[in-house]
């Protein structure tokens, strides 16, 4: 399984169209078997899309999203659980043990659900 997550230093980068590094994990028998981290050039939905899906990425874990990149991450078959903070250490260890959330709820006001302000 190959687990993704945007970086801000070593806690999870709070918008994942807008990180500059994520770190994707090959994880095995629940151990982390290999990491590499990606320079992320280009700020282009697809293009962040397209290097997920290409380096068969299963799961992406990640702060906010918008909702057009989540649907475009869905469709390219990896799960996105969204919505969290912490470390990345910390959030890559509950997903393991399997008390990571699956998924948050978009908050109010986030663009792509309708509720912005103005709205």
Known sequence: MR?????????????????ATITIFVLRRREIAE?????????DALDRV????????????????????????????????SWVTGTVDDLLNRFIEGTLPAGGIRPRG??????????
């Not at 990491?35 to 700020?43: A, E, I, N, T, V």
């Open 3 to 19: 687990v993704a997550i945007p970086r801000f230093g070593e806690q999870v980068a709070p918008c994942f169209e807008y990180s």
């Open 50 to 81: 397209r290097l997920l899906r290409d380096q068969q990425v299963n799961t992406l874990i990640c702060g906010g999203v918008h909702e057009r990149v989540e649907q475009m991450l869905c469709a390219s078959g990896i799960r996105v659980i």
């Open 110 to 119: 986030t663009p792509g659900t309708g509720s912005e302000e103005g709205a």
């Open 35 to 43: 990491q590499r981290d990606f320079r992320l050039q280009s700020r």
